[in-house]
Structures are given as C-alpha cells and as structure tokens.
C-alpha cells in the first residue's frame, strides 16, 4: 500500500506521526478535558506543525461518530494564527448545519459519517446526497 497521507485519531504524538516519513493528517477531539478552550487548541496544534491538516472533531467517550457539533469559536485562535494548516471540519455536522459552519470557519474540507446515517453505521444516499448538494451549494456562491 502506498498511501498519500495518514490520519492520526488517537493520543499519537507528534513524533509518532513523523516516525512514518509520510504526510499526515491529524485529530483534534475538541471540547476534551486539554482542548477546552482557544488557546489549549492552538497549543496542541503547534505540536504538530508539520501536519499536512488539522481535522477538528467533537470529543466523545469513543473516536469520532457521536453526531455532535462543538463550539467553533474554540478554533478561534487557530484560525489567526499565522502557522495555521488546512482546516478539515468535522463533529455533528448534517446538510441543515453544514452552511452555517462553513461560513464561520471557511475549511478546506469537512467531514461527515453519523451526519449522514439513518441509525449507527448505516448510511443514507438521500442524506448524503442533501450533505453533497449544501456543500456545493456554499463552493458555488463563494468561490
């Protein structure tokens, strides 16, 4: 397998990440007990400069999939910041909340999984393709 980048969820540190020679994206779990507030967001992000993305997801008791959204203002300092990398929005996010969260946070991409469920795990085309529709939607009237 020759991947072209790796995605990193868990408590890695950042020379863990680095160890593999690879671009890498990644997790931030947002709202955890040492990512509650701007700063704290930032600080942990620094460690990870060479990061090709940051993805910002809600924290929850397991990795990802909780289907709830965190307070973006706590991406705040990140986003001034001059050392900042490509923003990649998840957490909560649904075809009804995806507009509002792009506008405010203006990411290079978001990421969407119980979002588009009908119950845990299961997928559904008609709310994907909702989820499709408002993001294009957005790109069209702001690109």
């Given at each position: 397998?020759?991947?072209?980048?790796?995605?990193?969820?868990?408590?890695?540190?950042?020379a863990?990440?680095?160890?593999?020679?690879?671009?890498?994206?990644?997790v931030?779990?947002?709202?955890?007990?040492?990512?509650?507030?701007?700063a704290?967001?930032?600080?942990?992000?620094?460690?990870?400069d060479?990061a090709?993305?940051?993805?910002?997801?809600?924290?929850?008791?397991?990795?990802g999939?909780?289907?709830?959204?965190?307070?973006?203002?706590?991406?705040?300092?990140?986003l001034?910041?001059p050392?900042?990398?490509?923003?990649?929005?998840?957490?909560?996010?649904?075809?009804?909340?995806?507009?509002?969260?792009l506008?405010?946070?203006?990411?290079?991409?978001?990421?969407?999984?119980?979002?588009?469920?009908?119950s845990?795990?299961?997928?559904?085309?008609?709310?994907?393709?909702?989820?499709?529709?408002?993001?294009?939607?957005?790109?069209?009237?702001?690109?």
């Open positions: 397998v020759q991947p072209d980048l790796l995605q990193f969820h868990g408590n890695e540190s950042a863990f990440c680095r160890q593999f020679a690879h671009r890498y994206i990644r931030f779990r947002i709202g955890a007990p040492d990512l509650s507030t701007p704290e967001v930032l600080a942990r992000c620094r460690q990870f060479d090709a993305a940051w993805l910002f997801d809600t924290h929850s008791s397991g990795y999939g909780s289907g709830r959204a965190f307070d973006l203002e706590l991406l705040s300092a990140v001034r910041s050392h900042t990398r490509p923003v990649i929005l998840a957490g909560g996010l649904t075809a009804a909340t995806v507009t509002s969260a506008e405010a946070i203006h990411p290079f991409a978001v990421d969407v999984s119980s979002g588009v469920e009908v845990p795990g299961i997928k559904s085309g008609e709310r994907v393709a909702a989820f499709i529709r408002a993001v294009r939607a957005y790109d069209n009237q702001n690109l």
